[in-house]
């Protein structure tokens, strides 16, 4: 497929009163015009930084960003502001990503209003349809976010993004603040959203099982760094990096005959974004670092076919006990 986002060597640090914080530590990946690409890992492992950096509203400290064959840190004024509008984000939080002093019509009209699309009554015709498109009735046009439901506010969100007809759109876990049941309803409205409009998507979330279930490949991040990305059933299937695989561990079973069956947590101290620990920033909580893991930062090489694995010692159908 086409290639339609690269991000090139990214690196963004925030200057702190105790040092600098290492949100992300030089990143690169592409993805692809259609596909859905999964970035998962810890919380304060520079996800959601990430995410704002493809969409330029954090500037990086160095590195770049490409959108269709263009550099945004090139582009100014009207160049970026039009190149922007294929690009859009789905917040975490439907409660506080919509201005509850708003009705919902004008919350999804406001980036119509902001690029000046079509006239007044081409616009809200346009908003109609979009809340139709998400599953909130186009009646309730005139209504506030308090009106509604965590999951009929996420709709919304939702509408508000596509908008601008964008073709890629970052969801910052844009289903961790519901509940399960309409968790499966806003997945399911995203996928069927990507192949009515052919929309891109990169998906930030921690929960795994919901990656797997709408990703085609899978980014894991640790510390600031990509450790693994691969296919999304190669990484499930056979994990190389041993991060990954603690990660898949600790996914709950729904099975309950498997509840109770003995499992590896991660252990040992936690590194800071803070302070950083040279080398492979994962040896001080993996089993199996060694000389090489505390020196040498590893690099990100192909393992197999689209499998990408940065560790010293990937792991081959190594068990984790």
């Known amino acids: 497929m086409a290639e339609l986002l690269r991000a090139e060597r990214l690196v963004k640090e925030f200057p702190v009163k105790r040092g600098t914080v290492h949100a992300v530590s030089g990143v690169s990946f592409t993805i692809a015009k259609g596909e859905t690409l999964g970035l998962v890992g810890e919380s304060g492992c520079g996800k959601s930084t990430l995410g704002r950096l493809l969409l330029n509203l954090l500037e990086p400290t160095s590195g770049a960003v490409w959108f269709k064959g263009q550099d945004l840190s090139e582009l100014k004024g009207r160049e970026q502001r039009e190149l922007r509008r ?145 296919p999304t059933e190669a990484l499930y299937e056979n994990p190389r990096h041993p991060y990954t695989k603690f990660l898949l561990e600790a996914v709950p079973q729904p099975d309950p005959t498997l509840r109770d069956a003995e499992r590896v947590l991660l252990t040992g101290e936690v590194a800071s974004p803070l302070n950083p620990p040279p080398g492979c920033r994962f040896h001080s909580r993996c089993p199996w670092a060694d000389a090489i893991c505390r020196e040498k930062q590893p690099d990100l090489v192909e393992m197999a076919p689209g499998h990408l694995c940065a560790c010293h010692h990937p792991m081959v159908d190594r068990e984790i006990f």
């Open 86 to 230: 294929g690009m859009q984000m789905i917040f975490q939080d439907p409660y506080a990503s919509l201005d509850p002093r708003m009705s919902v019509g004008s919350l999804i009209m406001e980036p119509l209003n902001a690029h000046r699309v079509g006239n007044r009554r081409e616009r809200e015709e346009q908003v109609r349809g979009l809340m139709e498109q998400v599953g909130i009735r186009p009646e309730f046009f005139g209504r506030y976010p308090h009106q509604f439901s965590g999951g009929q506010r996420q709709r919304i969100g939702i509408a508000r993004a596509l908008a601008l007809n964008p073709e890629l759109v970052i969801c910052d876990e844009p289903v961790s603040a519901l509940d399960v049941s309409i968790q499966a309803q806003i997945l399911n409205l995203l996928a069927d959203l990507q192949k009515a409009r052919g929309l891109t998507y990169l998906f930030i979330s921690h929960d795994l099982n919901v990656v797997r279930y709408l990703s085609d490949r899978v980014m894991v991040m640790f510390l600031g760094q990509i450790c693994e990305l691969s």
